[in-house]
């Protein structure tokens, strides 16, 4: 392994590349990245990265957000298989007649989504800065929400706002079992439960902090003393500990009985991938022109007030 990550840095110098890693991918991948973090960062990276090459170790939307803001770049990713159950459950033809159904209303998409439902967005968000971008607009203004529907009615309750929520979630966050989560609270009395707001709404009601996986990790590392149950895609633990070798970290187990949440798309991608990618220089991100014109346009106006909030 050792050899291979040696290999994976001399195609970097060789190439001038970057590796970008969400969270949610392996240790390894992680620890060899150039910079690892969740949407919003991954993407503000991106933007103003000078490297020739950008490699994606995430998910096929990932790698897509980084060629709309990056079209002269050549943006690969390890497997173009790993794509994401949220982002399927919103096809860019059904969610064109609901926003044609809904006349009037602002569109704010979640990052998790194809380039084309992204050029149907008056505005991207990511769970990083979806409540503050929802709440930047008027409190009467009309608002659809996709394609996440737990983040959507979270954010609704927080705010008292009535967006109207596209029926999608992800496969992933839609696992976590609740009752086995009330177990572990009732064994661990005291800690501290960390849930991410894709999750069920019956979930988050268990938990004491709501956020993203950047906000999840910046809570524990605010108060490493505490012990953590946590309810997001397991991969995330391995910065979590990494940060706060001390602190107990319990996964939050999903239904099926595994130990710990993991999302299949994000595991697809290897070191042995990630060599093959640099070395080939594929697979290749390619987006439609003429979607990624429009595509760019609310991606950065999510940056810009982002920037602005100081997200």
């Not at 002269?72 to 173009?80: C, E, N, Y």
């Not at 149907?120 to 203004?141: G, H, M």
Request: glycine share 6%; charged share 25%.
């Amino acid at each position: 392994m050792e050899n291979l990550k040696e290999a994976i840095a001399q195609l970097k110098r060789e190439k001038n590349a970057v590796v970008l890693g969400h969270y949610y991918q392996r240790d390894e991948i992680q620890e060899i990245a150039d910079f690892v973090g969740d949407s919003l960062a991954l993407a503000q990276w991106a933007a103003r990265t000078e490297a020739d090459i950008i490699v994606m170790c995430g998910v096929h939307f990932m790698g897509e957000t980084a060629k709309i803001l990056c079209p002269d770049k050549k943006v690969l990713v390890p497997d173009s298989l790993a794509g994401c159950s949220l982002a399927d459950s919103c096809p860019a033809d059904r969610f064109s007649q609901f926003i044609k159904e809904h006349p009037g209303h602002t569109v704010i998409s979640y990052v998790n989504t194809t380039a084309a439902v992204k050029a149907l967005t008056d505005v991207v968000v990511t769970s990083t800065n979806a409540r503050q971008i929802v709440e930047s607009f008027p409190k009467d203004e009309k608002i659809i929400f996709g394609p996440d529907r737990n983040l959507g009615n979270y954010i609704n309750t927080v705010t008292g706002r009535r967006m109207l929520v596209w029926d999608g979630a992800c496969s992933v966050h839609e696992q976590f079992s609740v009752e086995k989560l009330a177990e572990i609270k009732r064994a661990h009395p005291g800690a501290v439960v960390l849930a991410h707001p894709e999750c069920k709404g019956e979930v988050l009601k268990l938990a004491d902090v709501v956020g993203s996986t950047a906000a999840l990790l910046k809570q524990a590392v605010a108060h490493p003393e505490k012990t953590y149950i946590v309810a997001t895609e397991a991969g995330i633990l391995y910065e979590m500990r990494k940060r706060c070798p001390s602190t107990t970290f319990i996964p939050a187990p999903p239904l099926d009985g595994s130990p710990c949440n993991l999302c299949k798309d994000m595991r697809l991608n290897t070191l042995e991938k990630l060599y093959a990618c640099l070395r080939d220089e594929s697979p290749e991100i390619q987006v439609d022109p003429a979607i990624a014109a429009r595509a760019v346009l609310p991606i950065r106006r999510m940056l810009e007030i982002s920037e602005r909030l100081g997200l």
